[in-house]
């Protein structure tokens, strides 16, 4: 069992596969070409099978691939089925992407045993798309909706990171879409973790705000009052429509106490929080022969460092250096 300092117990692991994308979603990679980890640096599929082991015979039970682009990893579908044998000790494989392989991979991927996918969508008008992602995929990433409903994903997972005066202006519009196409459309505030660091406060949507602009179009009722470690609050529709809206709101709610995540950089460093100003090297742990055991130690000793909280409200905020394209969002 892996608990932290706090007495949390983490049971969530995010891998970040590659920090290389073909979006530039200006929230997240903005400004040009940011620097690339050295492919020599990325942990192989390999050493990701072999620390996954290691971390589900700690406790975790869910892990999720994100990035970067996770699906421009090659052998994706086969890293999947190489996790899926940590089943059912691992009771969840899921997966982030910005959909553009999907409409062609859903099946394949479902098929290895993928459990459940998550797919980014922040507008629903072609040429905010292109604005916000910087590419002209929108209809891509539609059918990259009906392919992984036709995969048999069961309620599919949308995420919108909302920043204002970009994509404010659409959350009924998206709520709507929500109810038509029976999904999950989660609502992600605007967090510091642009590589620009442009970021600022009259840029972030508070959760509030809109929950406020959905309910008044389409009345929600909160489906549990315990988030647990959850990050999201979950509404459905009060008149029964299908479809659900969630709301992460780590900026105006801060839901630190009942974390349960770490995440696994691609080059192999562990950060225990999305915003960790330091890591922890596990790749060279590994790659410098450490046995089993000595693994398990660093991981425990890692854990046992995770932050109480993040600290974006406090005066003396830092952002980490690297943006989420890096960490693994
Ligand atoms: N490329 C994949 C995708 O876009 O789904 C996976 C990685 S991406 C970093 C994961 C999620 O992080 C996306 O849904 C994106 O909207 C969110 N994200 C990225 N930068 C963010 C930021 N600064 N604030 C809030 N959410 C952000
Ligand atoms: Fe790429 Fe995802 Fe970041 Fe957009 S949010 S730039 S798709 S990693």
């Known amino acids: 069992m892996l608990r932290d300092s706090y007495n949390r117990t983490i049971r969530d692991l995010r891998i970040s596969l590659t920090d290389r994308c073909n979006f530039r979603c200006f929230y997240c990679l903005p400004n040009g070409e940011p620097p690339m980890a050295r492919r020599e640096t990325l942990l192989t599929f390999e050493e990701i099978v072999t620390l996954s082991e290691i971390f589900v015979s700690l406790g975790i039970e869910k892990i999720r691939l994100t990035g970067g682009e996770p699906m421009l990893r090659r052998g994706v579908v086969d890293l999947i089925g190489r996790l899926s044998k940590l089943k059912p000790s691992l009771n969840d494989i899921a997966l982030t992407t910005n959909g ?3 409409p062609e991979n859903a099946a394949a991927l479902r098929d290895a045993g993928l459990d459940r996918i998550t797919i980014s969508l922040d507008s629903l008008n072609d040429a905010n798309f292109r604005e ?4 002209d995929q929108l209809g891509n990433v539609l059918r990259s909706i009906d392919a992984a409903k036709t995969a048999g994903f069961g309620t599919i997972k949308v995420n919108a990171c909302i920043v204002r005066g970009r994509n404010d202006h659409e959350v009924v519009e998206m709520a709507r879409f929500a109810r038509e196409n029976a999904i999950s459309y989660r609502f992600i505030e605007f967090m ?5 660091h442009e970021w600022n406060r009259e840029q972030v949507v508070s959760g509030r705000e809109i929950h406020e602009a959905i309910h008044a179009a389409f009345p929600l009722e909160l489906v549990d009052k315990t988030r647990g470690s959850e990050t999201a609050w979950k509404y459905k529709f009060a008149d029964g429509s299908p479809g659900e809206i969630g709301i992460i709101a780590p900026v105006t709610e801060m839901f630190c106490g009942q974390c349960s995540r770490i995440r696994l950089t691609a080059d192999g460093q562990i950060r225990t929080c999305l915003f960790s100003t330091s ?10 022969g450490a046995s089993r055991d000595e693994i398990i130690d ?3 000793t890692v854990v046992m460092k995770k932050e109480p909280r993040h600290y974006i409200n406090d005066t003396a905020f830092v952002s980490p250096s690297r943006s989420m394209s890096f960490i693994g969002g």
């Open 100 to 102: 553009q392989t999907i």
């Open 132 to 135: 916000i992602t910087g590419v």
């Open 192 to 196: 510091p973790l642009d590589s620009g």
């Open 279 to 288: 890591e922890h090297n596990l790749r060279d742990v590994l790659r410098g």
């Open 298 to 300: 660093f991981i425990k």
